[in-house]
């Protein structure tokens, strides 16, 4: 049985993101190799997901054998080579032939009792996926977050209306024309985000004693499992009403681009990365909370209402937007509901920040001043008029006193929350070191 050292190294990118190669289970290391009918299936499990991959081989050889996955990766090292699987008098081997040098590798195989795969019941709900299914995956990943406390957030949602997900501050909604009745939610499709397999496929869910089970068949790729377990919140009642939101801001695509490469160059501003969206006569004036002196002009279309107060998004948040092509911005001129974008694939929610903005336009400003200093004028000319009452003076200071109590407290509260954002932030910069230092530790040990 022989294939191409491309098709192998691929097949095994995608399985190894299901490997655990420091699991002290054998079988949490091992791929199956099954050869029939001129194909080579690989498959390889893991504790609640399964995943195989089927490619075109040439040979009529039969055989099916488990063997260690770091084996198998030696010989996809040069992709430019064929691989040759065969049978031998004193065991299983694969032959690498590369460059007109040919390289026995042996094989050994393992002694594994490898579960079969959960058939799905003759009730099971199957509904066509489209071609570009694993293109809308790749969309709704970024907005998982894998560390989130609620499980059911790890996943990517599909139901009725389409594709969903969210890490509570983000949302995504991805319409699809399916037949699809029961909502699953599934675990973070890791090796399918890896082997991007671009063709019309199925998705089977059944449920067996309380335990919701899913199978995507697409392509060559087999994957399924367990489904995330728990009710995934109900996204539908975050989306506000078409009313409800009363202006709007359109970029083009060249605007887009521009905007995009300018929040490349803005720096983080921890916690909140705030980018101002700020309405002006003829367009938009872009600027990041903490670098007011970073300004990008642009002539963009702004329709209804004129905003009460400044648009301000997170600016990863913006970005990936922009990315994924949603270039009109809707909003409530009071930014107390949620941001709708539009223009990609579907919707793309997330809510403004409320904070005070560090920057307005200059003749936004001078007219704001002016507006003041006519009010501090008046204020003082009827001061002047009347005659001044000692009691009432009391109650007034007693008032201005009150006033700067409760912004006291409300600064103090606002740093107490700025404390402890800075020490969860300080926390997961640490679980990150240490994830990464064992991933590098395992690496050096597969090495």
Known sequence: MKITGKKLAEALSAL????TRTSPVELHQ?????????QLSLRTVA????????????????FRHAVHYAKLRELARNP???????????????????????????????????PEAEAAPAEAETAALPENFTALLSEAAPLVNRNEARHQLRGIHLCPEGIAATDGKQLLHLPLDWTLKCPVTLPFPLALLTAKPEAPGTLTVWKLKDIQFFKIEVGGFLWSGKAVSGSYPEWRKVIPEASALNYAIAFTPEQAAQLTGFLKTVPDSPPFHAIELNVVPGGVTVIP?????????LEATVIGAQPRVVLALNKYILLRMLQQGYTKFRAHSDGRIPVIAEGGNGWYLAMPIHILPKHQPEKETSKMENIKRIEHTETATEETAGPVNPMEELNHSIEDLRGKLRTLLDESALLARKVKEAVLQQKQREREFIQAKRAIERIRMAI
Do not use: Y
């Not at 091992?30 to 001129?38: F, I």
């Not at 609640?48 to 039969?62: N, Y």
């Open 289 to 297: 909370n903490n670098f007011p002196d970073m300004e990008l002009r």
């Open 30 to 38: 091992a791929v199956l190799l099954e050869a029939h009918d001129g």
């Open 16 to 19: 190894g993101k299901l490997i």
């Open 80 to 114: 430019a080579g064929t691989v040759t699987f065969m049978e031998l008098n004193d065991g299983f081997a694969a032959q690498l032939e590369c460059r007109r040098k040919i390289v026995t590798h042996a094989l050994p195989v393992l002694n594994i009792d490898w």
């Open 47 to 62: 504790q609640d997901e399964s995943l195989t991959v089927t490619i075109p081989a040439e040979g009529a050889a039969d």
